[in-house]
């Protein structure tokens, strides 16, 4: 499986921000898709799931700010943020699992991309 990220850049405070990742080598249908991040000096951390049917899942710190979605034709999932603060800078992944169950290391990664906040 191989996942291609895209969408971060440099946003002020209390913008916005879409991230995009791209999928192939498994029909999508079959993945749960997952955004991490890891900002400087700090663990990687969950942030949002959608699941193979749709159902979504969001870390404390993002709800409300953040939407995950999927498109199964075209093989993506998104990830909306708004109201960004300083505190969302990381380096955002997105990973694919074949069971709901699966710990990281057992996931497919795709190579991050950087979301940095700051006026």
């Known amino acids: 499986v191989q996942l291609q990220a895209s969408g971060g850049g440099l946003v002020p405070p209390g913008g916005s921000l879409r991230l995009s990742c791209a999928v192939s080598?498994?029909?999508?249908?079959?993945?749960?898709m997952n955004w991490f991040r890891q900002a400087p000096e700090k663990e990687r951390e969950f942030v949002a799931r959608v699941t193979r049917s749709g159902a979504t899942n969001y870390a404390d710190s993002v709800k409300g700010r953040f939407t995950v979605s999927r498109d199964n034709a075209k093989g993506t999932v998104a990830l909306q943020m708004n109201s960004l603060n300083p505190e969302d800078t990381a380096v955002y992944y997105c990973a694919a699992s074949t069971i709901l169950t699966a710990t990281p290391s057992s996931m497919y990664w795709g190579q991050g991309t950087q979301v940095t906040v700051s006026s």
């Open positions: 080598g498994r029909p999508f249908r079959e993945l749960h």
